[in-house]
């Protein structure tokens, strides 16, 4: 098992979360976007005997979900298994999945935004924080636990468009043909994501995730008036819950300069963009989450520890860096190429001594 730096008559603080919050670490924490799911034998055994909307609002299977990595890998972390579109249906929206989300009557008109509820998580979406607090009572190790929600633009591009897209080009044009419509929808969703994660934050987890999965659809005038705008005002409404923020923007290299303005405590970063870049962009006061190529995790284990190395190089020696992937994994990832690389990434960063100095 890994070790946790601690001070004498302290608690040892979890190193993700202490790689969160900048302090030294004495390795570099591990997890991996989607690690729960497809890829693990066990989970499509499970998938196998009951539905994936059923397996999101079932505490106890959601919990053992959550859970199933973190019993096969040493990572060092949880993500809640749900989805995104979890606090939108608690609001009322109907939607299937095909296996992508389709939202049955898309939000086109400002009588559909306006009949949207406000959320609220207690009473529109309990089994979230009840699956909370059985993954805190028995995850491995006694790995923190992270919850997620989708930013508000990227919920967006699901309500307007209906259906997963490349372009999204319902949504995406509607923010051109009705900026100030877009903006209110924009802002209830906003608010709403901000009660969805303050509540996964009182119901015991220990950081929190925002994913903005489209911020690559668009330029970066658009990104801060619509998108940028958007989760500030989420992040404004979380500034006292005292655990770790961290945001993800997908393909959001060109808005790097944008995200460095968002009071959060993580930026999540793609394989696009290398980790020395987004830390002179970003600057001290965020740590860096990412950023290997979930398509590295092919490589043959050589190269694999190649591939490692250069994403540990580019984090550099300063405190502040999450290993992840710059995106989700692929469900046909070999487990083993898993086990592979959590292991290396412990062992090659606490032979390197990385993120063990003074802040950066």
Not at 153 to 172: D, H, I, M, N
Not at 256 to 282: E, K, M, N
Not at 305 to 328: K, Q
Request: neutral net charge.
């Amino acid at each position: 098992m890994v070790a946790q730096l601690s001070t004498p008559g302290s608690h040892p603080e979890p190193a993700f979360l202490a790689a969160c919050r900048r302090q030294p670490v004495p390795h570099t924490p591990i997890w991996i976007m989607r690690q729960a799911g497809r890829y693990l034998p066990e989970y499509r055994e499970l998938r196998s005997k009951v539905d994936f909307v059923q397996l999101t609002r079932t505490p106890d299977l959601a919990a053992e979900v959550t859970m199933q990595p973190l019993r096969r890998f040493e990572l060092d972390a949880a993500i809640l298994f749900s989805d995104i579109m979890t606090p939108l249906q608690g609001m009322g929206v109907s939607l299937d999945f095909e296996p992508g989300p389709v939202v049955k009557d898309p939000v086109r008109s400002d009588a559909q935004i306006d009949a949207l509820p406000e959320l609220v998580p207690q009473r529109d979406v309990p089994f979230v924080m009840e699956s909370i607090r059985l993954v805190r009572a028995n995850v491995p190790r006694g790995a923190p636990l992270i919850g997620f929600a989708g930013a508000p633009f990227t919920l967006f591009c699901y309500l307007v468009c209906g259906r997963p897209s490349k372009e999204f080009g319902a949504a995406r044009s509607f923010l051109y043909a009705h900026p100030g419509s877009s903006e209110r929808l924009l802002d209830k969703l906003a608010d709403a994501m901000a009660a969805y994660l303050r509540a996964q934050a009182e119901a015991g987890a220990q950081a929190l995730m925002i994913f903005e999965s489209w911020a690559g659809l668009l330029g970066p005038r658009e990104f801060q008036r619509f998108a940028l705008r958007a989760v500030k005002r989420t992040v404004a409404g979380l500034k006292d819950v005292g655990v770790p923020l961290i945001y993800y923007a997908n393909n959001g290299g060109s808005v790097l300069d944008q995200v460095a303005t968002l009071d959060v405590d993580v930026a999540g970063i793609d394989w696009r963009t290398p980790l020395s870049v987004a830390r002179r962009t970003l600057g001290p006061d965020k740590a860096v989450q990412g950023n290997l190529d979930p398509a590295a995790l092919f490589s043959a284990p050589e190269d694999l520890r190649r591939h490692v190395d250069i994403v540990l190089e580019e984090a550099g020696p300063a405190p502040g860096h999450v290993f992840n992937l710059g995106h989700g994994i692929w469900q046909d990832t070999d487990p083993d190429a898993v086990a592979r690389l959590v292991d290396y990434v412990h062992e090659a960063s606490i032979r390197a001594g990385v993120g063990k100095g003074a802040r950066a």
